[in-house]
């Protein structure tokens, strides 16, 4: 039987120059994310880390004993850059070695593309005891090892390993949201949202205000396991702001 | 006499349930690392964290210590989930206060909007010793309290404090770049990479592989403190790229 309070979750270190340089827009966050919400897993932490063997190491070792899975997003391609497997064997005191089922993939994959040369057989080396993510854009497998997984750093690919692991990790309840947008400031509403939150167990409200058409808006985001505690609040929420004259927007603006 | 070879180095916690979720796609990462690269500073590491008291703390405290600078952004606004001035006071080992500066702004700002009230008096809380950032967006300011820099969750105001600060930090030699495209699977030249890095002292290649048009390419991103060697290390690959019957786009694709 399945505890149904247990909550599972993840986290994340983002492998990559390209994105503390501020040239590459990270699109991984969210779409890790938000695969890892439908599994009923989340995310609690993300770190972006260099293209460094002791920051990488630093980040895998103290993420993974804490969390229930930890995902690496880039460094695992053919080139001198890519050294998240070579930095998460040694986090996990393990060797290197080729992957048998790897190389017979990129040798199928590559034999109408030049060959398996030493640079392209570098993906097929894995943590020893690892497993492989399958991934139908490029070949190159991604990679699963005690109850860490490495994945592309191209957003494309990620999302294809995503897809192959869909539904294979343990999860617990999904966490559920749900929306009530206003054309108020959330500065005026601080109070309501405060105490709405408090009268239902187990509910986050979040507060995300914006500036549009010249005008303030807040969209409030509430958060639950339970359909009826979620349904709830927010039509608390709701009556809450009619009462002071402010329109509620169901589903957020 | 400044020491030219020193590297600056800087950190980022971002704040926000709403990043952990994958309902928000961050875009303080990729502003704060473009606008730290400009003014001299590298982003060494960045951490998302959750709205929670020691999750944010624990971020503060590691980082402030081994970076130079120490930048958050989120959880600064009027809301009960904005906990990141408490956070980074615990942090540091201070009190709360109210800034009469940021109290002054706050109830000009409001005065045609309603007033002041206790929820956007929040906004005024800094911890002890903070100074303020100008924000001219929402009158609500930034804090530097020590070598951490609180900055907003929202975009567009974080862009305005950064502006702000702009050639008010001490940073080193700023990190130059040029981009090298090719229509070539990294893996084809991978070794060729390795060695026009290595022929160039305080150089780094970074290998960007992408899929467009039904085709395989790559840029090639040359980094350095030193125009010379950037030139020069870009016009090796490109010669290199040349010779095995790859033309090289300048500039990258």
Redesign the interface.
């Known amino acids: 039987m399945t505890d149904e309070s247990r909550i599972w979750t993840a986290a994340l270190v983002?492998v990559g120059?390209?994105?503390?340089?501020?040239?590459?827009?990270?699109?991984n966050?969210?779409?890790?994310?938000?695969?890892?919400?439908v599994q009923g897993i989340?995310?609690?932490?993300?770190?972006?880390?260099?293209?460094d063997m002791a920051?990488i190491v630093e980040a895998v070792n103290t993420l993974r004993v804490r969390n229930d899975y930890l995902f690496t997003t880039g460094g695992i391609?053919?080139?001198?850059?890519?050294i998240t497997v070579d930095a998460v064997a040694e986090a996990l005191g393990v060797e290197v070695v080729i992957h048998p089922k790897a190389r017979a993939i990129l040798e199928s994959y590559y034999a109408s593309?030049?060959g398996l040369?030493?640079?392209?057989l570098?993906?097929a080396r894995v943590p020893d005891g690892a497993d492989l993510i399958e991934n139908r854009?490029?070949g190159a497998p991604g990679i699963r090892v005690g109850n860490v997984f490495l994945m592309a750093?191209?957003p494309?690919i990620t999302a294809q390993m995503l897809d192959g692991l869909t539904g294979q990790l343990e999860g617990g309840l999904p966490?559920l949201?749900t929306t009530v947008g206003c054309w108020v400031?959330?500065?005026?509403?601080?109070?309501l949202?405060?105490e709405t939150?408090q009268a239902f167990e187990g509910v986050?409200?979040?507060?995300?205000?914006?500036?549009r058409e010249g005008k303030t808006g807040a969209n409030f985001?509430i958060?639950s396991v339970s359909e009826s505690q979620l349904k709830a609040c927010a039509h608390k929420l709701e009556e809450g702001l009619a009462e002071i004259g402010r329109f509620p927007v169901t589903g957020g603006i």
Do not use: C
């Open positions: 983002v120059d390209e994105i503390l340089s501020g040239r590459t827009q990270d699109k966050i969210a779409q890790v994310a938000t695969w890892l919400g989340r995310l609690r932490e993300v770190r972006v880390v260099p293209d920051a391609g053919p080139t001198h850059d890519d593309r030049g040369n030493d640079a392209r570098r993906m854009v490029s750093g191209v494309g966490l949201s400031a959330e500065s005026e509403i601080a109070d949202l405060r939150e986050q409200i979040g507060s995300y205000p914006f500036f985001v958060r």
